[in-house]
């Protein structure tokens, strides 16, 4: 039967009844699928990141250089990434990893846009991202 009818018959009966136009939280298959692809491409961006800052690629150098924090701030930025981009393929630590970067990119977002003067975007659509996954993860 409809809700349509079952609020009719409500009305009718002299029943009071309250309905809502809230969706229910989806909660199947293309949830999962949507979930796993985007903590994948989390992974991705954060291990390649992290694996860079490790690596001491010439370019994270120079901004962690005009950062101002030495060095040891880029090794220890690099390991938060790639031990949180592990962590997002992982079901039972990926909310914790998601919101460890999501600080990060917060982070991130504030020296893009006070010392380093430079566009913001990709860590706000990191971000967005991160964000996305700890809300979908969340306990």
Known sequence: MSRYCLE??????????????????????????????????????????????????AG??????????????????GILELAAGIGLLTSRYAFYAAVLLAIIMVSAIIAHVTVLGSSPAAPVVLFALTGMIAYLRKP
């Open 60 to 77: 994270m150098v120079a901004l962690f250089d005009k950062v101002g924090l030495g060095q040891w701030f880029r090794y220890f930025t």
């Open 8 to 57: 009719l018959l409500a009305i009718q009966k002299g029943l009071l009844m309250m309905t809502t136009n809230a969706l229910p939280s989806t909660s199947g298959k293309g949830r999962l699928i949507t979930l796993w692809f985007l903590s994948g491409l989390g992974a991705l961006a954060f291990i390649a990141a992290g694996a860079s800052k490790l690596a001491g690629v």
